[in-house]
């Protein structure tokens, strides 16, 4: 299916794709900080498709072809002082965005999946929107706990360093990036990472949008309590060799979600590298299938 723009309320509007028959149970992708939906590979999305849901991918707010919003990015000493001042916007908002897709696309309630900060958004859905969500599987993200999931001081010069102007420039950022997050215990395919940071940049490359996303995760703040009230059946993926969201984030989460299982995936950093899809499909699969074994908080069979 080509992409399409559904508005999910008065000042937003998201880009998304579908995958598989729309008559199988829905699946949601949620994408992370400063990435847009492509990075969810076409292929990895048909073969969740192919596991019998129907799959959407979406570009967050402030991300690819969603609306962007107005206002300043945090500079970056208000970013090392975790400054909620400047955030135009919360994870509670993205949350909202992501709810008002399914309702707007009769999707509800549905297996959701995010990533980084798009974990962060996906726990804050079964949080507070019980009754969209099926089942809930975090991947290498975090409660916004300050002593958990810290990314290592080693990237901090690489994020803070001024990027270049133009196209090529910051492609080679995207993939120095990812160099640097990126899994180093499994293969690591940079090609791919090159085609998608291109797309990427041509489909979007608004310079203020991750920095306003980065501001709403500030904001957000420490979401522990609020996920001791997610009822939905949850795994927790995390990688052993994350540097970006260090594996402290990941336990933490597990451990504040009732009943959560985690799957730890050796080698794996600050990606979706080829090697683990099969450990991240099979883990969202039976994660889905205890769903159907308990009721909905609306205490009707999911």
Not at 149 to 166: D, I, K, T, V
Not at 202 to 215: E, I, T, V, Y
Not at 232 to 242: E, F, K, M, Q, R
Request: hydrophobic share 40%; charged share 25%; aromatic share 4%.
């Amino acid at each position: 299916m080509a992409e399409q723009m559904c508005r999910v309320s008065s000042e937003i509007e998201l880009c998304w794709e579908g995958f598989g028959d729309c008559g199988n149970p829905p699946l949601l992708l949620v994408m992370g900080l400063a990435t847009q939906m492509i990075a969810w590979p076409e292929e990895l999305c048909g073969e969740l498709a192919d596991r019998g849901f129907y799959v959407v991918r979406f570009d967050n707010r402030d991300a690819g072809r969603s609306t962007h919003v107005r206002g300043r990015p945090p500079t970056v000493g208000q970013i090392m002082r975790r400054s909620r001042k400047p955030a135009r916007y919360t994870l509670a908002d993205m949350a909202g965005d992501t709810v008002g897709l399914l309702r707007e696309l009769d999707l509800g309630p549905a297996h959701v999946v995010g990533a980084s900060m798009g974990g962060m958004i996906a726990q804050t859905v079964a949080a507070r929107h019980p009754q969209w969500t099926r089942s809930l599987v975090s991947i290498m993200s975090t409660t916004g706990g300050r002593w958990v999931g810290q990314p290592s001081p080693l990237l901090y010069p690489l994020f803070l360093r001024r990027p270049g102007e133009g196209r090529e420039a910051a492609v080679s950022r995207t993939v120095k990036v990812f160099k640097a997050i990126g899994s180093r215990g499994l293969p690591n395919d940079l090609e791919l990472i090159r085609e998608v940071a291109e797309r990427s940049y041509d489909r979007d490359h608004d310079p203020s949008g991750p920095g306003r996303q980065l501001a709403a995760i500030l904001a957000s703040g420490n979401r522990t309590g609020e996920l001791r009230r997610i009822t939905a059946p949850t795994t927790v993926i995390h990688g052993t060799d994350d540097r970006m969201v260090a594996p402290s984030g990941g336990r933490a989460t597990a451990r504040a979600i009732p009943d959560a299982r985690v799957v730890v995936i050796d080698g794996m950093g600050h990606d979706l590298p080829r090697a683990a899809w099969p450990r991240i499909v099979d883990a969202i699969v039976s994660n889905a299938a205890r769903a159907t074994e308990a009721p909905t908080a609306s205490g009707t069979a999911a």
